[in-house]
């Protein structure tokens, strides 16, 4: 799932490839991807993408007023494509492809969603707080005002897990599974650390490493193609996705706690003491 990183960098991809460039126009493909009917889709066809921004997890394309609002969710990407082939794409079937966007030069991007669990997001609106998801989002991690004591307010009497807390957008926004885990790990905490447990010494490492996650990423990503950001993702990552290999850290054997639909990673001795967490789902397999 594309992250704050990824779509910050999408962010700035676009405001050197698309803005100043008008909407030739917009197919949809995918109807269950469009969130919004007034103004409809086709009201951007004539108009100037004048910027590109970043909500947390979602990513605003400014047209001349109105606002192209997208969210990736699990599976979907953009793709950029500096032609767009003349032949039209017909919807339906196993084709992944959700939006597309024409501009007046001839380039313009898709918008794609594989598996079969549709999530990708698409709204057309006159504001971005229009949109339900951006209108309820916490605090941006990168936004200066995000401070150590901002986040041990956050903290203070949420009797939850941190793992969770991180990743809920109404609480903060744009961190997801996989930084989630990273935060983590450089913060030397465990996942199951009750949120209004933390000490302020622990409060404060835990604000210095989303900030230094977060902008490292930011880093890497900067500057890259659409296509490349994915696989920087992956490179980047020191325990999430990677259960079964070494802590580049401390050389432990990097371990999974598994959900229903999702799952976690995490180093013992960095972040546990030592101790294996508890995976029940695994637990139960093994009865």
Known sequence: ????????????????????????????LAIS????????????????????????KFLDL????????????RAGWLRWRDEIPARPVR?????????RVHLDDGSGFDLTEAGTKKGLAVYVVRDPSDVPGVAALGPDPLDP??????????LAGKRTQIKGLLRDQKVIA???NAYSDEVLHVAR?????????????????????????????????????????KGEKKTGLRVHGRTGQKCPVCGDTVREVSFADSSLQYCPTCQT???????????????
């Not at 047209?63 to 192209?68: A, E, M, P, S």
């Not at 919807?91 to 939006?99: D, E, M, T, V």
């Open 1 to 28: 799932m594309p992250e704050l990183p990824e779509v910050e960098a999408l962010a700035g991809f676009l405001r050197e490839r698309a803005v100043g460039h008008a909407v030739a126009r917009i197919d949809v």
């Open 33 to 56: 991807a469009l969130k919004t009917y007034d103004p409809p889709v086709t009201s951007l066809g004539g108009l100037t993408i004048t910027g590109a921004a970043r909500h947390g």
């Open 62 to 73: 400014d047209v001349d007023g109105l606002h192209l609002v997208i969210h990736l969710a």
């Open 91 to 99: 919807p339906g079937g196993k084709n992944p492809l959700a939006l």
């Open 145 to 154: 005002a995000f401070t150590a004591e901002a986040l041990g307010a956050i």
């Open 174 to 176: 744009g961190i997801g």
């Open 189 to 229: 905490t465990s996942p199951f650390k009750i949120a209004s447990s933390f000490t302020p010494d622990e409060v404060t490492a835990l604000h210095e490493a989303i900030i230094t996650t977060l902008r490292d990423a930011v880093e890497r990503s900067r500057g890259l193609e659409a296509q490349d950001l």
């Open 273 to 287: 003491g030592g101790k294996p967490l508890a995976d029940r789902r695994l637990s139960r397999l093994l009865k």
